[in-house]
């Protein structure tokens, strides 16, 4: 299949010839769908805590942090910012001059004096066009106006990063991006010892873009909140992009006959994720972020989380310390089961059917996993994977962050499932990363490969398969320890549009 050229080629993107054969293979088998138990709710698979648990859940993690404990915040924001603007990029290139009335164009144009950009679209325009957006519109130019915001001569706002555009306006004219955004919300959250640690992840292509922010926006930050910040960037490993396929699925060339390899997804950062110097790691999306103001909840329930994760692994790290001596009595072994069957929610017919011994090793196994606790929010129309309980491949049943791709359209019982869901995933998460003697994890250990992503592409015009690695909440953590535990809808404010922007969320 791979010619001496390719193999060298492979070599350079540390990928081995078998990897890179299993990916070609997957093209023709594809990928299955998961074995269902049945979607998460409250009372089966996610946490609805009390006034009082989430108090005593916040103590617990004040005193992690008291104590100096090992933290981060974990931002993926290598992706552009370009979908925001579809709506945008289809009025500039389209025909009329006029954008429809109630088109997303027409609503974004008459809130133009809410957005938070809209000093620096001004500037833009007076320098372009020697007026400014009202003065435009009021005379007719709203392709201008639009053209100004994404164009590469205007603002670029159809190129650049998410993390780098202008979502908050502040009084007295200050703005923040969201990477200033997550600054802030590290400083309230995660700050031990007044340090506080973020990781971003980054494109090549953006990682200067990001150098230059952080060295201006961090000491104005520092000043503000009074923390020191310990800033870091990494980017996608070679290692993990995939080959692409023709529709065939034969390894899909260039011009020059070379293979071509696509980035793997959000679930290759699992690798960078295993590279933070960090116990506990927060994980959020780069988009989901408030201004100051609306911030209280999101703080409260950040440390909500983290604290039931602290508490989680409080029982763990004693029970593991009870099976690994053998100081364990059957009672202990009842207790554990009761632990893992309603707080882990893990199930398996093996707690019934394996001897004292056989079942203690079983439980370690089990325990001894990263560790994760997940935000989980009320289905009310939001896009996002949602919690189900789904077998594992050794029969027991465990929480799992699933895709609508990952489950079978042709079976009536599960589309029934997803269907009834209550919940969704927010992409709000917090991580345990270290075992009892405090060694990392070696993270890509726990990936389930058999949940990744076939989609179709194009390159040059020519038609491909593209390889998604195993999302990284999803797949690539399948086999991990999980908990699910729900939270208010105003912890998520995502901006999947420009027009998001307009939303009361994102008004300072």
């Known amino acids: 299949m791979f010619t001496d050229k390719d193999l060298a080629q492979l070599a350079s993107h540390g990928v081995s010839p078998e990897a890179a054969t299993a990916q070609i293979n997957r093209f023709a088998t594809g990928f299955p769908y998961l074995r269902l138990a049945g979607s998460a709710k409250v009372g089966k698979g996610i946490l609805a805590l009390t006034p009082e648990q989430q108090d005593a859940a916040i103590a617990r993690w004040k005193l992690y942090l008291a104590d100096g404990g090992s933290v981060s915040k974990f931002v993926p924001a290598s992706g552009a910012a370009s979908r ?26 008459a809130g133009l004096d809410e957005l938070p950009f809209k000093s620096e679209l001004d500037d833009t325009l007076r320098r372009l066009h020697g007026a400014d957006a009202r003065a435009m519109l009021d005379a007719g130019r709203q392709k201008e106006v639009i053209s100004a915001i994404i164009s590469s001569e205007g603002m ?46 980054v494109s090549a292509d953006h990682r200067k ?88 909840t999101t703080i409260r329930y950040k440390q909500v989380l983290a604290g039931v994760l602290m508490q989680a692994h409080d029982r763990i790290e004693a029970y593991l310390e009870k099976l690994r001596d053998g100081r364990y009595s059957a009672d202990d072994l009842a207790d554990i089961i009761k632990f ?40 009310d129309g939001e896009p996002g994977g949602g919690p189900f309980l789904a077998y594992n491949a050794d029969g027991s049943v465990s929480p799992q962050i699933l895709e609508s791709t990952q489950i079978d359209p042709g079976n009536a019982e599960y589309m029934a499932m997803m269907q009834s869901a209550t919940h969704f995933n927010p992409v709000d998460l917090v991580c345990y990363l ?19 992503f076939i989609s179709s592409k194009s390159l040059g015009g020519r038609d491909l398969k593209a390889l998604e690695l195993p999302g990284l909440w999803n797949g690539a953590m399948s086999d991990w320890s999980t908990i699910f535990v729900e939270v208010p809808s105003a912890t998520f404010n ?15």
Do not use: W
């Open 494 to 508: 995502p901006v999947k549009t420009v027009n998001d922007l307009l939303r009361p969320a994102h008004q300072a």
């Open 340 to 379: 893992m069957q309603e707080v882990l929610n893990t199930d398996s017919t093996l707690f019934d059917s394996l001897s004292e011994s056989e079942l203690a090793d079983y439980l370690v196994g089990k325990l001894n996993r990263p560790l994760r606790v997940c935000g989980m929010v009320r289905n």
């Open 434 to 452: 270290r075992d009892t003697e405090g060694n990392r994890f070696d993270l890509p250990h726990y990936v389930d490969h058999d949940t990744g």
């Open 84 to 109: 925001m603007f579809k709506a945008l990029f289809a009025f500039v290139n389209g025909d009329e001059d006029k954008a429809p009335a109630g088109s997303p164009v027409d609503k974004l144009l």
């Open 156 to 201: 670029n706002y159809g190129a650049l990063p998410k993390a780098m555009l202008t979502f908050h306006r502040y009084d007295g004219g200050v703005t923040r991006t969201p990477l200033e955004e997550h600054l802030a919300e590290g400083a309230q959250t995660a700050a031990a010892n007044g340090m506080v640690k973020l990781h971003f992840t």
């Open 209 to 296: 873009l990001f150098e230059d922010k952080i060295r201006v926006a961090a000491p104005a930050m520092e000043q503000l909140f009074g923390v020191k910040y310990d800033i870091s960037l990494s980017e996608q490993k070679p290692s993990t992009d995939t080959l692409a396929a023709n529709l065939d699925n034969t390894p899909f060339r260039d011009e020059d006959g070379r293979l071509v390899f696509r980035p793997g997804g959000h679930g290759a950062l699992i690798a960078n994720l295993g590279d933070i110097d960090s116990t506990v790691v927060f994980i959020k999306n780069i988009d989901n972020v408030v201004p100051d103001s609306l911030r209280e």
